[in-house]
Nanobody, 125 residues
Framework: QVQLVESGGGSVQAGGSLRLSCAAS??????????MGWFRQSPGKEREFVAG????????HYAEPVKGRFAISRDNANNMVYLQMNSLKPEDTAVYYC????????????????WGQGTQVTVSS
């Protein structure tokens, strides 16, 4: 089993920045075996893909609304994945989830095997 714990959420004004962290633990073998993704869900909306990173960080995908503003990274030595969020907008307000996928990087959430509990990000105008 893999446990994922997100942190770093909070309230910020538009234009501000936040850095989300996701710590992986448990009996999952090597963290570097997993592609990692960040998703978000706003009230009344479906959960959506935000960013994903391959096992070694060599491939990164971003949703169009966050391209150029968000950056995903990982530290395999410490079982961590990060989401740096800059130039935040009110429409970025959501619960952000970290997820792990055992085979390859994908934007499809139903292919992810493990999920964290989420961390709230609130951006005020």
């Amino acid at each position: 089993q893999v446990q994922l714990v997100e942190s770093g959420g909070g309230s910020v004004q538009a234009g501000g920045s936040l850095r989300l962290s996701c710590a992986a633990s448990g009996r999952f073998g090597r963290f570097s075996n997993y592609a990692m993704g960040w998703f978000r869900q706003s009230p009344g909306k479906e959960r959506e893909f935000v960013a994903g990173i391959s096992w070694n960080g060599g491939i990164k995908h971003y949703a169009e609304p966050v391209k150029g503003r968000f950056a995903i990274s990982r530290d395999n030595a410490n079982n961590m994945v990060y989401l740096q969020m800059n130039s935040l907008k009110p429409e970025d307000t959501a619960v952000y989830y970290c997820a792990a996928e055992r085979t390859q990087l994908t934007t499809r959430q139903n292919e992810y095997d493990y999920w964290g509990q989420g961390t709230q990000v609130t951006v005020s105008s």
